[in-house]
């Protein structure tokens, strides 16, 4: 049975974890989304943030070992250009270190 993407089992393999989180983040933003905030062990968009197409992102940060990355967006605008479920595959593509690109609309994690 595949693991869970999102879980950790040990801190070596949630420090990259973590960075492959951070480099779904920055790659949200290079394609034109808002880049998110940090507080603590959160990873949000800002309130504040001009509402675009792309869903607002809010993650909680793994512990160090023995734990999850819990992920959640939300569209604001009437439309978006991805939902959240094909958002949550694409994060668990980079995840599991076989990243979609941004604009998928369909991408598999095994």
Do not use: H
Not at 3 to 17: F, H, V, W
Not at 50 to 71: C, G, H, I, K, N
């Amino acid at each position: 049975m595949p693991s869970d993407p999102q879980a950790c089992l040990t801190r070596a393999e949630c420090s990259i974890k973590l960075s492959r989180t951070l480099l779904f983040v920055f790659d949200y933003a290079a394609a034109g989304a808002p880049l998110v905030q940090r507080e603590g062990r959160l990873l949000f968009t800002p309130a504040d943030a001009p509402v675009t197409d792309w869903p607002a992102l809010y993650f909680r940060l793994a512990e160090t070992e023995q734990s999850a990355f819990a992920f959640n967006a939300q569209c604001r605008a009437t439309a978006c250009r991805l939902t959240v479920e094909q958002l949550l595959q694409i994060y668990r593509s980079y995840l599991a270190d076989n990243p979609c690109p941004i604009s998928a609309a369909v991408c598999r994690v095994d």
